[in-house]
């Protein structure tokens, strides 16, 4: 066993004392170094102490967080009054608000993309598109919490819908008329709500998406008809065997033609989207209800059946055919 200096040694007897002071003198100088170390690392401590205040975030706000006051998560988050005591209900509502969120940026990028084609400011176009393109997959991933949903766990909570119906949503609705997918009738479920009607009203009479693109497209001289150019804006596009053309030529000369052909490609890849939508809309109602009417009044899978069926932007697709 080792000895202390100043402690009995393994005899018992306590060390010399001339002995003991030199070996004290001697442990005296590890005592100083111990205190400078232990000053340094209280001063080491002490900057510890100061960078983690700095790294701290201010927690302490006069009102509502900034984040808050920017996100609105309060608002968010309280905006779900359940209808039923399911708790399969919770989800369904949440996934359907989701949904109308996304609705409203796909809205916005369309709309933004529509100005720019206007003022024939192709990139500013693209760059909407582009975004609008995973929106549209973040869309469509929204119907997975529906997506196997049993009859038995939707009528537990359909009653709550009472009439209500996807249909009737504006801003999908002002999806459809970007896409060139009009109606006036469309605008009858909104008449209650003046300021959601007349925003759907002025919808329905600008061009859509499409028809800036082929407004665009005869600008840099291609024969699109005028008859296309000048239609009814509030009425449904129709397909166009001289549009189909133009594009079979844009398409058969893509060294010429290349940024028109990236336009058609961003175009294509908004219309495959929203087919997927509309047949994951379709099947996700097949499994939860069959062949029922749907919710409001309307015919159900009947109706998604039909509306899955047509092509968006449908010269696009057919044009392929002739290249």
């Known amino acids: ?46 900057s510890s102490g100061a960078d983690a205040a700095a790294d701290a975030p201010n927690l302490d706000f006069a009102g509502t967080t900034p984040y808050e006051d920017y996100v609105q998560a309060d608002v968010l988050t309280h905006l779900q009054h ?6 399969g209900e919770m989800v369904f509502l949440v996934t359907t608000q989701v949904m109308e969120l996304w609705f409203t940026v796909i809205v916005h990028e369309w709309e933004t993309a529509s100005r720019a084609l206007r003022e024939d400011r192709v990139p500013v176009a693209m760059d909407a598109l582009k975004r609008s393109v995973r929106e549209l997959e973040a869309l469509n991933h929204s119907w997975r919490p529906l997506a196997q949903l049993t009859p038995a766990q939707f009528n537990a909570y359909r009653g709550a819908l009472g009439e209500g119906s996807g249909f009737q949503s504006a801003m999908y609705r002002r999806m459809e008329f970007l896409l060139g997918e009009k109606s006036a009738s469309m605008l009858v479920p909104h008449r209650g709500a003046p300021r959601v009607h007349a925003e759907l009203e002025k919808a329905l009479h600008e061009p859509s998406l499409y028809d800036e693109v082929l407004g665009l497209l005869a600008r840099r001289g291609l024969p699109v008809p005028a008859a296309v150019l000048n239609r009814d804006l509030a009425g449904r596009y129709e397909p166009s065997p001289e549009v189909e053309a133009v594009w079979a030529g844009i398409y058969a000369d893509p060294d010429q033609n290349g940024e028109l052909v990236r336009l058609g490609e961003a175009l294509s890849d908004v219309a495959e989207l929203v087919w997927r939508w509309r047949n994951d809309h379709l099947v996700a109602t097949r499994r939860a209800m069959g062949a029922k009417t749907g919710t409001g009044g309307s015919a159900g899978v009947a109706w998604l059946e039909k509306r899955a069926q047509k092509n968006v932007f449908p010269e696009l697709w057919t044009a392929r055919s002739h290249v």
């Open 1 to 46: 066993m080792s000895t202390f200096p100043g402690s009995p040694d393994a005899s018992g007897v306590s060390p010399d004392p001339d002995t003991s002071g030199a070996s004290s003198g001697t442990s005296g100088a590890p005592g100083a170094s111990s205190g400078a170390s232990g000053t340094s690392s209280g001063a080491s401590g002490t």
């Open 82 to 87: 359940l209808r039923s005591d399911d708790p």
